[in-house]
């Protein structure tokens, strides 16, 4: 069982920026490759960000390509989302996801991934 806790929401101006945190419970970090997904009230989860398994490649949904930056470290067994230029549509709760050697398309789906965090509440004032 893997145990995935965010960190870094909080409350910004649009046009400001925040790092979200996710610290994952497992000494075999590599092998997952991380997501991040977000839901804002009403609507349903979207995807947001994901980087591979074992390397650094990296897919991001096309409403935050340009303003968000999704990393890892490995020694740290964190994920970190970087994200500039807030928009008041960013607001939402932001969840930390792992799923084990999966494909980045794979990810992007959402579907059958092995843990969830619990989430991160961003919320971006106009």
């Known amino acids: 069982q893997v145990q995935l806790e965010e960190s870094g929401g909080g409350l910004v101006q649009a046009g400001g920026s925040l790092r979200l945190s996710c610290e994952a419970s497992?000494?075999?970090?590599?092998?997952?490759?991380m997501g991040w997904f977000r839901q804002a009230p009403g609507k349903e989860r979207e995807f947001v960000a994901a980087?591979?398994?074992?390397?650094?490649?990296?897919l991001l949904a096309d409403s935050v390509k340009g303003r968000f930056f999704i990393s890892r470290d490995t020694a740290k067994t964190t994920v970190y989302l970087q994200m500039s230029s807030l928009k008041p549509e960013d607001t939402a709760v932001y969840y930390c996801?792992?799923?084990?050697?999966?494909?980045?398309?794979?990810?992007?789906?959402?579907?059958?991934?092995?843990?969830w965090g619990k989430g991160t509440l961003v919320t971006v004032s106009s």
């Open positions: 497992t000494r075999i970090f590599s092998s997952y490759t």
């Open positions: 996801a792992a799923d084990w050697r999966s494909t980045l398309p794979t990810m992007s789906r959402g579907i059958g991934v092995d843990y």
């Open positions: 980087i591979i398994w074992g390397g650094s490649s990296t």
